[in-house]
């Protein structure tokens, strides 16, 4: 019920998502099971897709911006394609979507249950709903599904999983507002959000602690014959930046959000009564000094020294949810997508060290301020950085 308070989907998408939400159990199963297949995909498409986004030895980067572009071709390599995935037509959409949906659903909340078809109308047509990316999925489903069955072997994308998945009752529309739904909340929006805010922070960092994290993703592939599985769970310091990422910038300044169905008391004397929303105080817990020294520091090895002093491969790892660690949620209802983002971002951002050094603009002081829309938490869309290609050897080995 929280869920489709935030981002209205009835109207956004449509109401079979929250009557069947099969597409996280796709994810949960399907999609997770196929991560080490996905591995080199992702890789592929993030050297193409950056060597033509960063053409020049030195490029003037408006980073948000650039990584969401890159993270929805990047992410649709595994959900469509190379077709999709490489046109410009559908990315435009498909980005204006996730973008935009979550900007329309609280003015729908807010208005009247009788006015809300010609709120979401009004919105959509000045802002961009859902039907300029079903334009560009539709014709691809159905020629996808037409040629599926004198397919020999079925391609290991996402896509093939949700058809497989589906109820007899679903319609190829159906289809497509799932696959832009996993396009919204498991792959663009989040994404793009963790790698701009952990990209800001290396731009931070003394040459020598980058040169470290390079010199471990270096040793890594070399010991794990390359870019795979193995190798990724060595990238500790990368997996560190990105899990502080989420630990100090978060996605939401609440987490947990939930519908009170009945009444219920507090250890602390407080009732809540049925119907109410409650939620927990994201910077509250993630802010805990008993759980994290020196709280409001920014340390991009917290949790990678916390692994090594505990000698543990899968604690404190970004993907790993806990009592203290919020972004994706807790318990049985965290985010079904967190071992597929871990993986994405921990590839492009291990490419993007490796291949390029990072700067702010000369003259900027510190980190460029979010924004709060809300309570969402967004990195500021008109900050910069400057990518400059690596002369080093070492660079082009990998």
């Not at 498909?94 to 729908?108: K, N």
């Not at 979401?120 to 859902?130: D, E």
């Not at 497989?164 to 289809?175: F, H, N, R, V």
């Not at 951002?349 to 967004?378: C, S, T």
Request: aromatic content about 10%; hydrophobic content about 45%; overall charge neutral.
């Amino acid at each position: 019920m929280a869920v489709n308070e935030d981002l209205q989907l009835p109207y956004t998408m449509n109401e079979a998502q929250l009557q069947n939400p099969y597409q996280a159990a796709v994810i949960r199963t399907n999609v997770n099971r196929a991560i080490p297949t996905f591995i080199p995909e992702i890789l592929d498409e993030s050297d193409l897709a950056m060597g033509e986004t960063f053409k020049s030895t030195k490029n003037d980067v408006l980073v948000f911006d650039t990584m969401t572009h890159l993270i929805a071709r990047i992410s649709n390599r595994v959900i469509f394609g190379t077709e999709m995935c490489r046109n410009e037509g559908f990315l435009r959409e498909i980005v204006r979507f996730a973008e935009t949906t979550p900007l329309i659903a609280p003015f729908i909340t807010w208005s009247p249950v009788t006015l809300r078809p010609f709120v979401y109308f009004v919105m959509s047509t000045l802002l961009g709903g859902k039907k300029g990316s079903l334009k560009f999925i539709l014709p691809f489903l159905k020629r996808y599904t037409d040629e599926r069955a004198s397919m020999e072997e079925k391609p290991p994308i996402v896509a093939e999983f949700l058809i497989k998945s589906a109820p007899p009752q679903e319609t190829l529309e159906g289809i497509a507002i799932r696959l832009m739904n996993i396009n919204l909340g498991a792959s663009i929006r989040r994404h793009s959000i963790f790698i701009t805010q952990a990209l800001f922070e290396l731009a931070l960092l003394p040459r020598e602690q980058l040169d470290d994290i390079r010199l471990e993703i270096e040793v890594a592939l070399e010991s794990e014959g390359g870019w795979n599985k193995a190798a990724l769970l060595k990238f500790k310091k990368v997996d560190s930046v990105l899990r502080e990422a989420g630990r100090v910038y978060g996605l939401m300044h609440f987490a947990l959000p939930r519908f009170a169905l009945q009444g219920c008391g507090l250890d602390n004397g407080l009732s809540v009564p049925p119907g109410y929303r409650i939620a927990i105080d994201m910077k509250a817990v993630h802010f805990n000094a008993e759980a994290y020294p020196d709280p409001e520091k920014f340390d991009a090895f917290r949790f990678s020294k916390l692994r090594a002093l505990e000698e543990s491969d899968t604690k404190y790892g970004f993907a790993t949810v806990d009592n203290n660690y919020l972004p994706f949620g807790a318990g049985r209802h965290a985010c079904a997508g967190r071992f597929f983002a871990a993986m994405e971002l921990k590839i492009m951002l291990a490419h993007i060290l490796l291949k390029y050094d990072i700067a702010f603009l000369p003259g900027m002081v510190g980190r460029p301020q979010n924004i709060v829309f809300n309570g969402a938490i967004v990195p500021d869309p008109k900050a910069h950085l400057i990518f400059s290609k690596r002369e080093s050897v070492r660079a082009d080995k990998f």
